[in-house]
């Protein structure tokens, strides 16, 4: 691309100077031709001149020679007349080619009847003499033609004896008359005679001059009367000149012929080499090669002002695309000008152009505008004003004018602008006939400056009612204004101050404190005045008219040599400020310090005690027993007055001794402080503080017309302040409140280092878990359920095996989830990987009617989305629904039954099958079991286990059996280990079966293979 460039640029620098040389060239070829021809048409026309020179002459001559010797005849001299005067003056240079006048007398003796009896010869000329002259048959047939004749007649050319052989000479003849005769009646017989030599006459006029550059032939063609078309007389040379016979045929020739008494000379002219001067025959040549060189130098300066060219070209596109950069720019500013902009024409007020913003602002199209003009937009109401202005500026009074004015859009809506009209002129400061507009929409300033009276004037009566006190202090220190609230505030009004010091010194409480006040106010004014700064607000102490202190906050701002004081009654915030403070550290229920003014007392009892001598701590944490239940039955506001009631009891055994504080919802804290400084004795005085606090609380509370009987559980911690902090303490103590609810509530326990390791030991199981299920150590183990002979069902159990402790126990990890929440992620794999199998299960004959039962957490299954998420699991993995069984717990009951009632339902719908796990030992209710839709009930395995050995457990058993074949439901029994305990379940109505008896937990390629085992054993006893 840049090569095709650079060439194109070549191009374009040489083909002009090759044009120009080729034309030059050319035209210097053309020109040379020209002028050659122009040389040989300008060697013609002066060998014509000259010709035509010598043909008059030579006419004239003749002509001359002729009359001469017509006016001899016609007056009849004799040649005795002509002798003396005459004939001297036929000399050479007047008569140039005469040689003699002669007498031609007729003789009838003669031969040809006429002799020339007289000659006078104007030179030598023998040769005419004698016979010579009467045997020529030239003269024969003159003399034969002349008596007819009545103007003279000249001969044909001939030669005579003794001369040149050419013929050169002619006789010009002319009949004598007499003086008194006119007409050839009275003719005498007589002929006067001249006799020329035409060489001699030709050279006289080549010595004048008369063919300086030209060769001549004269012949004569004949007698003018004996010629015609057909006739072919033969041409007799008169006269030629030395180097005719040289000539080329191609010469060129010019022609004449002349009529010379009676005969018909022709003369034929061909120019010589030196017709045309050196430098004349040299022009062609000069001129072609100086055009050929002009042609070379006007080639090289094209070449050269091409080069410039292209530069110039390049420069100019340059600058055009500056230019037109420019130019774009300046338009795209034009059109995207935030100011509307048009040109129209002065007086009319037509549009010449508009921008886009003029047209918005205007509501019209561009093409609309220039249709119209600026006045049919203005408002009526405004027009007479806008041409006063217009007419101003063009009278010259003004240069310019800017208004504001109301326009009339093209829908009917009227619009502020703000209109500047200036005419345009040039350089010169002359108007160019036009004018050039902006125009600005102002219409939200023109609604904002209304606003703005409008709110100065809500503003004022705003500010005498103001809820802050306002004085306003005058340049000379006299009190201009003081609002409503400052005398309501104060009691004080204008009139009964006078100044600004009557102001403070009414205001301040004292005097120390007015000059206090009047010193900063006045270095503050000295301060803010050049520098503009506001007085800071600053607090006072300020004193009513009824003598009230009030705290008042004082602020000041300077306007322009005045000042305006503001005063804010402090009193309702400072109230709140304090209620706010009280509200951080005390709890609103029960009034008691609340958990961060615990944790500061706490902080500084831990302080206290590592000083030295400091004795020991101990913090109890009481939590109330079942609180949230008899909260949920009773409601809030008595639950609340229920922590009153507590709080009060608290205070009245702490007896202000030491801290007491509510730590948030059921839980409350004592700080015990100053203990002995022995571990036992200081344990011994915390535990008698609890048991006195456990014993208080267990007397009932009357509360809402009832008694109601209250027990907490209270754990406690000793602490000496050496390496104890309070979150380390708080976290002790929480740990022995949960090993007191644990040991049966309503009991007091101490801190003990084993509960750290519990927790510990959890946290470290909670991080093992969470690692377990991303390595996926999780497994499913199936105990198979059997009816009678056969399987028709497992149990999926979750088992995990740690790549480092081995298997763990899930009466470990199980309540280890549920407290972290990790059973909920647990539960989901769970559930995945139960109705995968059943998926593959469904494919093989032999294991497709097994039923799998799954157990559901309570965390899991109050999950909003536990319905969809057993839906997705059945769809994505393809297991028959019906084949899924839930086994759910008793505890599932007590937290929202109608929950797990929609849910079963939901589920039910979609074909799962329900089970109650653990029957028996929980808080199950029988309305609530029969609207339950179960399909089984399982008999908790610690029935099971002593049915044999426990009449109670029998007795149990028994019941759950019968309760389950009444309700129609499938009773399986857990833990059967022994031949015993199944035919007693057998013979009490419990025909299923899941246990030890019949085969451990296995995973799943050992149940199945156990599966197709048991059922082949049992088919072949069947038939045995």
Not at 175 to 191: L, T
Not at 449 to 473: D, F, K, N
Not at 926 to 949: A, G
Request: proline share 5%; aromatic share 8%.
């Amino acid at each position: 691309m840049k090569l095709r460039s650079k060439f194109r640029q070549r191009l374009q620098l040489w083909w002009l100077s090759a044009t120009v040389c080729a034309v030059g060239g050319a035209l210097s070829l053309g020109l040379w031709h020209t002028l050659e021809a122009h040389r040989a048409s300008m060697t013609l026309e002066r060998l014509e001149q000259q010709a035509l020179q010598l043909s008059s002459a030579l006419e004239q001559k003749m002509d001359a020679y002729g009359e001469l010797v017509y006016g001899m005849a016609v007056l009849g001299k004799s040649p005795d007349s002509l002798s003396s005067p005459l004939l001297p003056q036929l000399n050479a240079q007047r008569y140039p080619g005469v040689e003699f006048l002669s007498l031609v007398r007729r003789m009838p003796s003669a031969v040809a009847g006429y002799e020339m009896a007289d000659v006078w010869p104007t030179r030598s000329t023998d040769v005419w003499m004698g016979e010579n002259a009467q045997n020529l048959e030239a003269l024969t047939q003159l003399w034969a033609r002349l008596p007819e004749s009545l103007e003279p007649s000249m001969s044909e050319p001939f030669a005579v004896l003794g001369g040149d052989a050419s013929p050169q000479r002619v006789v010009i003849g002319m009949p004598m008359w007499p003086a008194s005769a006119r007409s050839a009646a009275v003719h005498q017989g007589d002929i006067l005679a001249m006799g020329l030599r035409a060489d001699q006459l030709l050279e006289h006029f080549m010595a004048r001059g008369g063919l300086e550059q030209g060769l001549v032939s004269i012949q004569d063609q004949g007698s003018a009367s004996h010629r015609s078309a057909t006739s072919r007389t033969p041409r007799l040379p008169i006269y030629v000149s030395d180097g005719w016979a040289q000539l080329p045929a191609s010469a060129p020739k010019v022609q004449h012929e002349l009529l010379v008494w009676g005969r018909i000379w022709s003369l034929e002219f061909a120019p010589q080499p030196q017709v045309l001067s050196a430098l004349e025959s040299a022009y062609p040549m000069i001129v072609g090669i100086g055009g050929l060189g002009a042609t070379l130098v006007l080639a090289a300066l094209v070449a050269v002002l091409s080069h410039q060219r292209l530069r110039a070209q390049f420069q100019t596109r340059v600058k055009h695309n500056l230019l037109r950069q420019q130019s774009d720019r300046l338009k795209a500013l034009l059109h995207q000008s935030a100011i509307g902009v048009a040109e129209i024409e002065p007086g009319t007020g037509r549009y010449l152009s508009v921008n886009s913003r003029f047209s918005d602002v205007v509501g019209y199209d561009p093409k609309t505008l220039e249709m119209m003009d600026l006045y049919q937009i203005l408002h009526p109401e405004e027009r007479p004003e806008f041409q006063r202005l217009e007419g101003a500026l063009a009278a010259g009074r003004l240069a310019h004018f800017t208004v504001t004015q109301r326009m009339v859009r093209a829908d009917g809506s009227e619009v502020w602008t703000e209109v500047w009209v200036s005419p345009v002129v040039d350089n010169t400061g002359q108007s160019m006939g036009r004018q050039i507009v902006l125009l600005l929409d102002v219409t939200e300033r023109q609604i904002l400056q209304a606003q703005l009276h409008a709110r100065e004037a809500y503003s004022s009566e705003m500010l005498r009612y103001m809820p802050v006190g306002l004085v306003v202090v005058g340049p000379s220190g006299n009190i201009e204004f003081v609002n409503h609230q400052f005398e309501v505030m104060t009691g004080w009004s204008q009139c009964d101050m006078a100044d600004e010091t009557t102001l403070w010194r009414l205001l301040c409480v004292d005097a120390m404190q007015h000059a206090a006040l009047l010193q900063r106010l006045n270095a503050g004014r000295c301060e803010v005045v050049p520098t503009g700064v506001n007085m800071p607000a600053a607090e006072y102490l300020l004193r009513s008219k009824d003598g009230k202190e009030l705290p008042i906050e004082v602020s000041g701002r300077f306007l322009g040599g005045r000042i305006l004081l503001s005063f804010v009654d402090l009193s309702q915030r400072k109230a709140a400020e304090e209620e706010i403070r009280w509200l951080g550290f005390y709890d609103t229920v029960t009034q008691l310090p609340n958990r961060r003014l615990l944790l500061e007392r706490l902080a500084e009892a831990v302080a206290r005690c590592q000083r030295p001598g400091g004795g020991k701590g101990a913090l109890l944490l009481l939590d109330i027993d079942n609180f949230k239940s008899l909260n949920e039955t009773l409601g809030h506001q008595h639950g609340d007055a229920l922590l009153r009631l507590v709080a009060t009891r608290l205070s009245n055994c702490i007896a202000g001794q030491y801290t007491l504080a509510r730590q948030g919802g059921d839980e409350f804290a004592v700080v015990l402080e100053d203990l002995p400084s022995e571990p036992l004795e200081a344990g011994r005085r915390a535990e008698q503080v609890g048991c006195a606090v456990l014993e208080a609380l267990r007397t009932p509370f009357y509360l809402g017309a009832q008694d109601f009987h209250v027990t907490v559980s209270m754990g406690a911690v000793v602490f000496s302040g050496k390496s104890d902090t309070v979150e380390e303490l708080l976290k002790r103590a929480d740990l022995a409140l949960y090993q007191a609810k644990s040991a049966g509530r309503d009991t007091l326990q101490f801190f003990d280092p084993s509960m750290q390791k519990a927790v510990s030991a959890r946290v470290e199981m909670e991080k093992d878990m969470r690692l377990a299920l991303e390595r996926h150590e999780f497994d499913l183990y199936f105990q198979p359920q059997v009816q009678k002979d056969k399987v028709i069902g497992a149990e999926a159990l979750l088992r995990w095996k740690h790549p480092v402790k081995g298997f763990i126990s899930p009466s470990v990890f199980v309540p280890a989830a549920e407290e972290s929440g990790l059973i909920l992620p647990l539960g989901e794999w769970v559930l995945y990987a139960a109705c995968r199998q059943l998926a593959q299960w469904a494919k093989d004959p032999q294991m497709a009617g097994l039923t799998m039962s799954v157990n559901v957490s309570p965390r899991q299954f109050y999950q909003p989305s536990f319905v969809e998420q057993v839906q997705q699991a059945l769809r994505v993995t393809g297991a028959p629904p019906r084949m899924l069984e839930l086994e759910l717990t008793e505890g599932m009951l007590l937290a929202d039954v109608e929950d797990t009632i929609r849910k079963m339902v939901q589920l039910k719908a979609m074909g799962v099958i329900f089970s109650l796990d653990d029957f028996g030992t929980g808080y199950s209710s029988l309305s609530y079991l029969k609207r339950l839709p179960l399909d089984k009930l399982k008999i908790d395995q610690s029935f099971v286990y002593e049915v044999l050995s426990s009449a109670n457990d029998a007795t149990i058993a028994r019941s759950i059996i019968a309760l389950g074949n009444s309700l129609g439901l499938q009773v399986i029994a857990e833990g059967v280990e022994t031949e015993a305990q199944r035919e007693f379940l057998a013979s009490s109505g419990c025909h299923y079966w899941q246990g030890f008896l019949f085969s451990q937990p296995k995973p799943i390629a050992e149940f199945e293979t156990w599966t197709r085992a048991y059922g082949a054993a049992r088919t072949e006893r069947s038939h045995a």
